[in-house]
């Protein structure tokens, strides 16, 4: 098993990507909002500089999503392909970041994910 972490940007994409991936057989999802840190630094006077980032940050954008999926592993492939999909390429900038870690132990789960 697998635990899939995505950091959305592109939320406008969140719904879609959401019935997608069940299509595909991910069967739920826990989505929070998140901040990034530098976008949470921005305004804070003791890191002044970054404010030469705002020009890159996207400033309409006050959170993205944080996306976390407990995968069976054949779905991690399929999943990660589905997020690209959806998404676009994720080496552009404000699209988002996704990666899986392994799960070693699990207990609250529905048997039928296992």
């Known amino acids: 098993m697998k635990l899939m972490v995505l950091i959305l940007n592109k939320t406008?994409?969140?719904e879609h990507l959401l019935k997608e991936l069940a299509e595909i057989g991910v069967s739920g999802s826990t989505i929070i909002p998140s901040t990034g840190m530098a976008k949470a630094l921005i305004d804070c006077d003791e890191y002044s500089f970054l404010n030469s980032l705002k020009v890159i940050l996207d400033?309409?954008?006050e959170e993205s999503r944080?996306?976390?999926t407990v995968l069976k592993d054949e779905l991690e492939e399929p999943a990660l392909d589905c997020i690209e999909r959806v998404v676009g390429d994720l080496s552009n900038?404000?699209?988002a970041i996704a990666f899986t870690l392994p799960i070693c132990n699990i207990r609250g789960m529905n048997k039928n994910i296992k």
Do not use: F, Q
């Open 66 to 68: 944080t996306v976390l």
């Open 93 to 95: 900038p404000n699209t």
């Open 59 to 61: 400033p309409d954008r």
């Open 12 to 14: 406008e994409v969140l």
